[in-house]
């Protein structure tokens, strides 16, 4: 048996990173200096700050905040696509497979500005008073309404391709 693809074929793909300048220097800072710190301790043998860490501790930091951290936020990816069975969501490395919403599913939809700070509590997977959220960086997005009263914001770099892609997928049914 052969597998369609074209059953459910990608109509709109968006991928977004942390590119951000302030979020790397804040995540850069303390990873250069637990790099500085670990290599003082273990390597040259001087116990580093005031209240030093034993070297197991400061191992786990180094391993936690100089290696994981930045690894991490290197790694966190907001993809959004809009196939002909719906829009399916992943926000990686939380989400390991796309969530799923059935265009049936979807009443409305709007391409809005947002606050993320205010209206979400900032960025990432969050949940405000309009409803949960997705979104990586900057303040557009397209706004879901569902049958069922919740509401979905997808963070996007260009939301009006979004909706224009999501019309295509609706129309093809």
């Not at 069975?85 to 992943?90: A, H, M, T, W």
């Not at 709007?110 to 700070?117: F, G």
């Amino acid at each position: 048996m052969t597998y369609d693809n074209s059953v459910d074929s990608i109509i709109y793909r968006e991928v977004q990173k942390c590119t951000q300048v302030w979020l790397w220097l804040m995540v850069l800072f303390p990873t250069a200096m637990t790099w500085y710190g670990a290599i003082e301790q273990l390597v040259y043998g001087r116990p580093y700050g005031n209240n030093p860490a034993s070297d197991q501790g400061m191992l786990a930091i180094w391993v936690i905040l100089g290696v994981l951290l930045p690894l991490f936020i290197y790694s966190i990816r907001l993809i959004i696509e809009v196939r002909n069975s719906g829009v399916y969501v992943k926000f990686f490395p939380l989400h390991l497979s796309y969530k799923h919403y059935p265009f049936e599913t979807i009443i409305a939809y709007s391409v809005i500005t947002y606050r993320s700070i205010l209206d979400y509590g900032g960025w990432g997977m969050r949940h405000g008073s309009n409803g949960k959220a997705y979104n990586i960086k900057g303040n557009k997005g397209l706004m879901l309404d569902f049958m069922s009263g919740e509401h979905l914001l997808l963070g996007s770099q260009e939301p009006d391709i979004l909706k224009i892609s999501i019309d295509q997928g609706r129309n093809r049914k």
